[in-house]
């Protein structure tokens, strides 16, 4: 399983990107893993942002994004997205989308990450 962000840039405070994650499978059927949103702004340990149910029923978000951004699938097209609305200079870093968390919450694939700037 390979995972893919893209949809990074520069944006102005209280403005809005989607972040796009492709999950391809190499040799074999696709299958349908909850996926998560990380982030790592510089300096800074990765976070938990957001996280999707395989089947898109079930969201939970960090409190410092709440209400702002928007987690979401289209199993379908094996991609996942995030909606971030409301930017604030602190939602700078690098974000990363990763897949099919173990009983301990711990993340199996991950994607190269995609940087967004959220200028003041």
């Known amino acids: 399983v390979q995972l893919q962000a893209s949809g990074g840039g520069s944006v102005q405070a209280g403005g809005s990107l989607t972040l796009s994650c492709t999950a391809t499978?190499?040799?074999?059927?696709?299958?349908?893993?909850?996926t998560g949103w990380f982030r790592q702004a510089p300096g800074k340990e990765r976070e938990f942002v957001a996280t999707?149910?395989?089947?898109?029923?079930?969201?939970f978000y960090a409190d410092s994004v709440e209400a702002r951004f928007t987690i979401s699938r289209d199993n379908a097209k094996n991609m996942a997205y995030l909606r971030m609305d409301n930017l604030k200079p602190e939602d700078t870093a690098t974000y990363y989308c990763?897949?099919?968390?173990?009983?301990?919450?711990?993340?199996?694939?991950w994607g190269q990450g995609t940087l967004v700037t959220v200028s003041s």
């Open positions: 990763a897949a099919d968390p173990d009983e301990a919450g711990r993340y199996i694939y």
């Open positions: 999707i149910s395989w089947n898109g029923k079930a969201t």
């Open positions: 499978f190499s040799g074999r059927s696709s299958i349908h893993f909850a």
